[in-house]
């Protein structure tokens, strides 16, 4: 635990959606790249838009709108996804544009607000000041993975719809 | 032992070579039990129980060291000796229980937990029975002891044991038969300024003569020529063939003068014959063959040079080997993959389309041949015979006879038939299962057997053959066959029928004995009867993407036929869109595609579409409706019906339309995706696309 305190890099890669920044810790980030034709893949949860062909890998994509429950947007050429790779497995996320990347020093990191009822923030490692702006700092490992219940439920009643 | 673990790459050669010296002694000793005899592979097995041992004790495992030095005796007994009253099969039984223990340790090493072990009780009992077979052979005489190797390391109390009655069984032992030599190879180096080399080492032969009855020397010619510099450096060496034993040797060489040092060596005879060849040959320069001679001598590593003559064991060609790790092979067949593909891309550019490019055509065609042969390259790299897993089976069908005392033999046919190393790791279990399975169901005992006409031996046949895209491996006994009644009463028992009794086919019926829990026999024993086996077999061959399937006569015998395709990573695919999706069906599994007439589809209350072909009613899924994409062609008349077959039984897809066929190579979706049901992996298209591999076998699953 310690010694990933003192690897911890600050700098962060920014994006926003909507009005929002968030910043991805930039150890996690392979790839920026466009968007590209996604293909589709049926019974996944709604925010999975499908995989996409990075170079003869095939890499599933999310979209972090469907993630946070935002309403949908066309993608235009400012949109991208952002190559995410946690523990050797790579995905793709869809984001509506990249902002830039940033040092963010560790004393300028707040921690989230800890709450357990509605407010308790799911995907949020801190909060990160820069100059006049605040960014919100994800956390990846959360962002791909928190809750495969959730996932497991929606794909159970798309079966049954289906 | 943590410093055993710094040297890693040490220690994981040391566990590919115990796998398979293990391997081949568990062959070996099998060997010898069926002919009752030793004399054809006691010295391979030897050799390779003293590897064992000279490994495992350089990696510091003692309780494996110990074992195979336990085992060494017995069989240096036995070798030397050669008592006539033992029984080969309770020799193979300790031996097999050893090779067991050796395993273990072995797998637990591998695994990181070291070798825990305790060997113990087993050596003791090696002792024992070696003990036991020396009062026997010897009439309760005291037990005349001949492991000269013994002498020489004799380092532990154990062996000082064995050491004592040793001297008596030198007088006593009439050197006689060629069989009571002992070739010894000796290296002698004289004391640093004591001079004279050459005739110092030929007072040396000279008096050996007396107590050898061959003898020859490196540096060759010391009486003739001065080798007096090259003995001072190199040492003198010299090979004997002497009835005498090691501490005879010993006790001579104490009375040799101005000796800084003296090694002898026992060695095989083999060994020594060879290098008298090359001592009385050609080779006059008096190059020493020193860094071979100390493979051979200190059993470091098992050279099969001294066996040429032993044509049966030799099978071992003089291929060179290199150990690569299969992530590598994967790595490099993932780039082939990707090498096809991306060759289609380039050749079928959209940017050529249209134009007349004849010499690009033909260096187009050049090169698709060349990728071709490098994917077939690739892909034979990964394959393995089957001659190890099939010879795996022989030990099963050895400890299942003894223990439930059924005379049976097995046949193994096309052992050298390769395999994907995938199929190799999958198939070992299920082939068990059947076999267990054929032997303790299947062959009825011998009394039975007697009674039917047939005759005492049962046989079970284990064949691997080609045909096709495919392997196919078939295990066929020669008992009772299946009971298609009790079967189907089973069945009933368990709720398992859908129809009525009669209208299933043999086929059909047969294919239940591998539902879980799926037993008809009465008793459960130690190998079969819980119905947990079969099931087992089922699963994991479907999981190689093959199939079994079963045929029985009653009274003649049953029969188990796996096909499994040859290669898993690529395949020959049918391309299908539906809406702006493309899936890939693989072609092995299409019957035929058709347009539908309207009045040849049924719909049931359910909602179910069903369509008639030549009388038979097949039931049809709708790609868009099940995988939930938009798409224009919602009527069955405006798409295609493509009519697929799995584990025997058939269904349609309905789909917009067919594109193509072309060779895929399967990839797996990110673990990420949440597993979809009916699809297997994707594969990338020449033009970059992703199209979804569907699996009929899965898809069957809904209907």
Known sequence: ?162 | MSDVFANEPMLEMYIVEMNQMINRLEQLVMNSENENTLDEDIDEIFRHMHTIKGNSMMMMFEAISNLAHAVEDLYDYLRKEKPKEVNYSKVTDLVLEAIDFFKAEVESIESGDGSNGDSDELKKEIRDYLESIKFMNDGGAVAPQNSKEEASKASTENQKYYIAPQKEANSSNKPKTTDDHHYYHIKILFEEDCQMESVRAFSVVHKLKDVCDDIFHFPKNIVEENHDEEIRNEGFQAYLCSEYAMDSMNQFFESVSSMRSVDIEEIEMSVFYEYKDLFDGVIKEVSLPEPEEKKEVSGETVSDDGKKSKEKSKKTSNEKYINVGISRIDQLLDLVGELVVSESMVTRNTDLQGLKLESFEKSVRQHRFIINELQDVVMSIRMVPLSLTFQKMNRIVRDMKKKIGKNVELTIIGEHTEVDKNVIEHIGDPLMHIIRNSIDHGIESPAERIDSGKPEKGTVTLEAKHAGGDVWIIVKDDGKGLNRERILEKALSRDLLRKEPHEYTDQEVYGMIFKPGFSTKEQVTEFSGRGVGLDVVQKNIQKLGGNVVVNSTEGIGTEFAIRIPLTLAIIDGMLLRVGHSSFTVPIISIKESFKAEKNNIVTDPDGHMMVMVRGQCYPIIKLYDRYNIASKYQSVNDGIIIMLESDGKEFCIFADEIIGEQQVVVKSLSKFLTKVNGISGCTLLGDGRISLILDPSEMIHEI
């Open chain 1, 1 to 162: 635990m310690n010694e990933e305190k003192a690897v911890k890099s600050n700098k962060y890669l920014t994006f926003s959606v909507d009005k929002e920044v968030f910043g991805l810790d930039i150890k996690h980030v392979d790839d920026i790249i466009g968007i590209q034709d996604i293909t589709l893949v049926p019974e996944q949860p709604d925010y999975i838009k499908g995989v996409i062909n990075l170079r003869g890998k095939i890499i599933p994509t999310m979209d972090v709108r469907a993630r946070f429950k935002k309403e949908s947007r066309e993608y235009d050429d400012r949109t991208c996804i952002v190559v995410l790779n946690m523990q050797n497995t790579s995905v793709g996320v869809i984001v509506d544009r990249v902002v830039e990347v940033l040092d963010i020093d560790e004393d300028q990191i707040a921690e989230p607000p800890r709450f357990s009822g509605e407010y308790q923030s799911h995907y949020i490692s801190g909060i990160g000041k820069i100059n006049n702006e605040i960014a919100m700092l994800l956390d990846c490992n959360k962002l791909l993975n928190y809750e495969q219940i959730e996932a497991l439920s929606h794909l159970s009643e798309e079966v049954e719809e289906a």
